[in-house]
């Protein structure tokens, strides 16, 4: 082989290499501090706090889910009360329900209410988040008995 064939062959080398490390480390970062939400869907309000989701009023009603709880998976029996809505899901020290789980980020999914109903959202988590078996990419509705999956784990709203 002549001496530019080499040369061009370590250059395309060396290129694919740095692509790698780039890709890692961007996976790493967004494993690490979540995906960047645009300011579009951040609301656009110029710095205006987000009005926090309505808290569902004890004892209104007798179908109202109370607790979410891990029925499968590395934690199960992990449980958090609604009524600290919002309720954060991952690895973190912050998380309410805290998982020991690999494919799980640090900051992985929320659940919240807005008046009677309970939503979960993927916090731009590596891995997705389930409803069911569908992967959601916005807060979708989830009522009593309804498994939400992260990563290995399944949680669901109990009375």
Known sequence: MSELTLFLIRVAYLAILWIFVLSAISVIRSDMFGARVPEA????????????????KPGKRRSAPTHAIVTEGSNVGER???AQAPILIGRGTDAAIRLDDDYVSTR?????SSGDQWFVEDLGSTNGTYVGSVRISQPTTITLGTQVRVGKTIIELRK
């Open 41 to 56: 869907a951040r609301g656009g309000g110029g710095g205006k706090a987000p009005k926090p989701p309505k808290q569902p």
């Open 80 to 82: 958090a009360d609604l």
């Open 108 to 112: 992985h999914a929320r659940i919240a």
